[in-house]
Nanobody, 124 residues
Framework: QLQLAESGGGLVQAGGSLRLSCAAS????????MGWFRQAPGKERAFVAR????????FYADSVRGRFTISKDNAKNTVYLQMNSLKPEDTAVYYC?????????????????WGQGTQVTVSS
């Protein structure tokens, strides 16, 4: 059973940067695509970014494209989300998730495994 654990969240001022990490254990990490989602209070969980199983293909939500970078290190069983030029509207709990290739990757229900989430708060 794959387990995911996020880290790296915190409080940052607008314009600042954070790097989130998601460490995987107990499964075949290299065979899975990975996604990052976020959920703000009172809102649905929203797609942020996705990376293919070999790390060669990425895709981003319009709201973060050009500011966030997702990457996958299969040797370390870890996926990262580098977040730059942060805005107050980026404030949310951020979750990493794992899924097979070929699923509708913007849709949370198609992901099989989820981490517990890490809080990111951006102050204005």
């Amino acid at each position: 059973q794959l387990q995911l654990a996020e880290s790296g969240g915190g409080l940052v001022q607008a314009g600042g940067s954070l790097r989130l990490s998601c460490a995987a254990s107990g499964g075949t990490f290299s065979s899975l695509a990975m996604g990052w989602f976020r959920q703000a209070p009172g809102k649905e969980r929203a797609f942020v970014a996705r990376v293919s199983r070999n790390g060669g293909s990425t895709f981003y939500a319009d709201s973060v494209r050009g500011r966030f970078t997702i990457s996958k290190d299969n040797a370390k069983n870890t996926v990262y989300l580098q977040m730059n030029s942060l805005k107050p509207e980026d404030t949310a709990v951020y979750y990493c998730a794992a899924a097979s290739e070929g699923i509708p990757y913007m849709t949370p229900r198609f992901y099989n495994y989820w981490g517990q989430g890490t809080q990111v708060t951006v102050s204005s």
